[in-house]
Each structure stands twice: as C-alpha cells, then as structure tokens.
C-alpha cells in the first residue's frame, strides 16, 4: 500500500493543524493505521493508533486530549486532528500502515508494514 501525508505546516503554539494521509494500492479496511514523528537524530516516536474499522484508538501520554485519530475507509484516509499545539510536538509526521486480521491497535513501530514519507509540523513559541 502507497501512503502519503500531508498537512503539516507551520503553526504558533496553542494552534491547531490537521493531517491527512492517504493510502491506494490495497484494501484500506484491511490495515491498522498509526501516526508517528521523528525528530533528527532521535527515535521514532508512537503518537496514534486506530484500529482497522475505526472502533478503537490508542495516544501517547503527551498527546493526548489534544490529538485525534480517525479514519474513513470509504475514501482511504485516515486523520489526525492536533490541537493545543505545543513547540515540543515539533518533528516530521509519518504514517504508517499495518497488514492485520485483528481489530487491535499498534504503537511499536517495528510492527507496521507501510510508511508514508512525512510531512513536517513545526510549531513557534
């Protein structure tokens, strides 16, 4: 499956900005999606998770109650709203796209199959 993100930008802190990611070449409903942001010269870091049908999400600490992740499979995307942006949410944005049977969702990124290329979000004090 192809992915690719967009949205990212530049925003001051306390802002909002939504991301997109778009997948083609599969089936969409057969993939876990999760978003995840890498600063460089650090890891991979876990922001989002959702499940195949939509019916379960899963957030890292710092972001959640500011961040949500959605899909429609309908249109092969899946989103991610943040909100109360902060200058240390700062990085490149990736989603990623994992082949699965169950309805779980996935934080380790190792586990996914599919990347997209990024999009950066960059957030001012």
């Known amino acids: 499956v192809q992915l690719q993100a967009s949205g990212g930008g530049l925003v001051q802190a306390g802002g909002s900005l939504r991301l997109s990611c778009a997948a083609s070449?599969?089936?969409?409903?057969?993939?876990?999606m999760g978003w995840f942001r890498q600063a460089p010269g650090k890891e991979r870091e876990f922001v989002a998770a959702?499940?195949?049908?939509?019916?379960?999400?899963r957030y890292a600490d710092s972001v959640k109650g500011r961040f949500t992740i959605s899909r429609d499979n309908a249109k092969n995307t899946v989103t991610l709203q943040m909100n109360s942006l902060k200058p240390e949410d700062s990085d490149v944005y990736h989603c990623a796209a994992k082949f699965t049977f169950s309805s779980g969702t996935y934080s380790g990124w190792n586990t996914y199959d599919y990347w997209g290329q990024g999009t950066q979000v960059t957030v001012s004090s």
């Open positions: 959702i499940s195949r049908n939509g019916g379960s999400t």
């Open positions: 070449g599969r089936t969409f409903s057969n993939y876990a």
